[in-house]
């Protein structure tokens, strides 16, 4: 399975950005999905997760309320819309897919990895 992330950038604190991440090879439609993100000299950290339907979401309790994880099983690819951006939001963001339906919320339950997409929310 490959994942492209995409859809990072400059963002002032308040605002929006929607990452997407497009999964090829196996059966997106059978995977959870994930996202996560790092910044310089701290581990990697769950933001959000998604079930193989769709039916089941998960956040980090710090974007609860400003981000949306969601999925379209025909495009094979799975959004991120992060509204009412904060500075702290800043880092790299990386999707990830693992080979079970139920969603997940630690970095080692996921076997696939894109290759991050920057978010700089700027103050």
């Known amino acids: 399975v490959q994942l492209q992330a995409s859809g990072g950038g400059l963002v002032q604190a308040g605002g929006s950005l929607r990452l997407s991440c497009a999964a090829s090879?196996?059966?997106?439609?059978?995977?959870?999905m994930g996202w996560f993100r790092q910044t310089p000299g701290k581990e990697r950290e769950f933001v959000s997760a998604?079930?193989?339907?769709?039916?089941?979401?998960n956040y980090r309790d710090s974007v609860k309320g400003r981000f949306t994880i969601s999925r379209d099983n025909a495009k094979n690819t799975v959004y991120l819309q992060m509204n009412s951006q904060k500075p702290e939001d800043t880092a790299v963001y990386y999707c990830?897919?693992?080979?079970?339906?139920?969603?997940?919320?630690?970095?080692?339950?996921?076997?696939?990895w894109g290759q991050g997409t920057l978010v700089t929310v700027s103050s």
């Open positions: 990830a897919a693992r080979s079970y339906a139920p969603a997940a919320t630690m970095y080692y339950q996921y076997d696939y």
């Open positions: 090879g196996g059966t997106f439609s059978q995977k959870a």
């Open positions: 998604i079930n193989w339907s769709g039916s089941s979401t």
